[in-house]
């Protein structure tokens, strides 16, 4: 069965600083897709990357990019120039070709002024 | 607008009964998904739905029970079997796994309680 890690339940970055996440997971499956989602006080889920295990390219968005390491099962979140909304529960999740979709426990992100 | 509607918000269970939490989307997402999320728990899948009339178990599916009869709806029943039934529940779709983009997308959650 997937499972997907993630070792670090809190951390704290300095507004403006860059802070990186760490997710791991396992499968013994070559084709999936990965994602990092953030849930702020409001609970309500919001996709903040993704990437398809096919591509070797590490995806970015805007201040948000990943670090995935295929061999490693390592998909990391890099999260540049923090702002204080960027204060939120962070969860990796894992998606296989049966549509399955699992999470990691999450980190929750403080941004110190 | 589009997008996925749980109900009610807030529910409060009484011993030995069961209770029904609706998700309703109107996306026309082929998949759909229930999880239960505690403090320090993370996101635990409980049932999904790939398509109509079908479903599969989940991680923690004990006690819970599901329907798929229509596209739009992936109702949730809570039973009295489920002895910890306090936590909140969030339901997702998705296009399938054939769709470019496949990002979930979530309601905004019900709370539920045991009084």
């Known amino acids: 069965a997937q499972t997907v890690t993630q070792s670090q339940p809190e951390m704290s970055v300095q507004e403006a600083e860059t802070v990186t996440l760490s997710c791991t997971y396992d499968?013994?499956?070559?084709?999936?897709?990965l994602f990092w989602y953030k849930q702020p006080p409001s609970r309500q889920m919001i996709l903040v990357i993704r990437q398809e295990a096919y591509k070797q390219q590490n995806a970015t968005e805007n201040r948000f990019s990943v670090n995935f390491q295929k061999a490693a099962k390592s998909f990391s979140l890099k999260i540049s120039d923090s702002q204080l909304g960027d204060a939120a529960m962070y969860f990796c999740?894992?998606?296989?070709?049966?549509?399955?979709?699992?999470f990691g426990k999450g980190t929750r992100l403080h941004i110190l002024p | 607008d589009g997008g996925i509607t749980q109900s009610p918000k807030y529910l409060f269970r009484k011993e030995g009964q069961n209770v029904t939490l609706s998700c309703e989307q109107n996306?026309?997402?082929?998949?759909m998904y229930w999880y239960r999320q505690d403090p320090g728990q993370g996101l635990r899948l409980i049932y999904y739905?790939?398509?109509?009339?079908?479903?599969q178990k989940g991680d923690i599916a004990e006690g819970y029970s599901v329907s798929r009869e229509k596209k739009e709806s992936f109702p949730l029943t809570v039973t009295s079997a489920q002895k910890n039934p306090t936590a909140f529940y969030l339901c997702?779709?998705?296009?399938?796994?054939?769709?470019?983009?496949?990002?979930?997308?979530f309601g905004s959650g019900t709370q539920l309680s045991v009084l």
């Open positions: 739905s790939q398509i109509v009339n079908d479903f």
């Open positions: 997702a779709s998705s296009i399938d796994h054939s769709a470019e983009y496949e990002k979930l997308f």
């Open positions: 996306l026309n997402h082929d998949a």
């Open positions: 999740a894992y998606r296989n070709r049966d549509d399955k979709i699992i």
């Open positions: 499968t013994s499956e070559s084709d999936y897709y």
